[in-house]
């Protein structure tokens, strides 16, 4: 049974879209092959340098978890599940539960907001799109891809904070924690585009 908690990975938590003219600068998730499955599903969705926006990387959701200090409690309910002590719903409920309440630290909270206003002010739009990617190209698993992505709008700094652990906790619904448990997934991965919505 998998863990279930975060990857390490190097980079930065935000990229502006145009910085993926020079994709040898991204480090969006663990590997370069997971990356481009990444960008491709990015891409697909309409988020691309041809629009305003960003992206926020993995090591965000990773220091996120750790610096909350969610990783020990996320492992053992995850084993409490596998060993039938719990419930997979109430398993993962209790992870979701304990992810809302936590909380990003002060630069996080300043480079995630500031990036918030600048693209708002560029669209002339306060109303955001913001969608969750996982990495994944298999056409078999694409619904339960699916099942781990989140899309929501932001319409002031507090909600794109909000919105950001919304994305987190997504990755632990039932069907997330199954899917990783039956492909031998260890370590969740996400990014979250955020760009003018519709």
């Not at 370069?32 to 988020?47: H, I, N, R, S």
């Not at 053992?76 to 539960?97: F, K, M």
């Not at 002031?156 to 904070?161: A, D, H, V």
């Amino acid at each position: 049974m998998s863990a279930n908690t975060p990857v390490k990975i190097q980079g930065k938590y935000l990229y502006w879209f145009e910085e993926f003219a020079d994709g040898s600068q991204l480090h969006l998730v663990e590997n370069l092959d997971e990356q481009e499955q990444v960008v491709a599903k990015m891409t697909d969705a309409g988020f691309s340098p041809a629009v305003p926006g960003f992206v926020l990387s993995t090591r965000l959701f990773h220091d996120f978890i750790g610096q909350n200090e969610l990783d020990e409690a996320i492992r053992q309910l995850v084993l409490e599940y596998s060993y039938g002590v719990e419930t997979l719903s109430s398993a993962s409920a209790a992870i979701r539960a304990l992810i809302s309440k936590g909380q990003f630290n002060q630069p996080q909270t300043r480079d995630i907001t500031s990036a918030y206003r600048h693209l708002a002010g560029q669209v002339a739009n306060a109303e955001l799109a913001v969608k969750s990617f996982v990495p994944g190209s298999s056409r078999e698993a694409h619904g339960f891809l699916a099942q781990q992505e989140c899309e929501l709008t932001a319409i002031c700094p507090q909600t794109i904070l909000l919105a950001c652990i919304e994305c987190f906790a997504s990755l632990y619904n039932d069907a997330a924690i199954l899917y990783r448990e039956e492909q031998g997934i260890t370590c969740p991965q996400l990014v979250i585009c955020v760009s003018a919505s519709g």
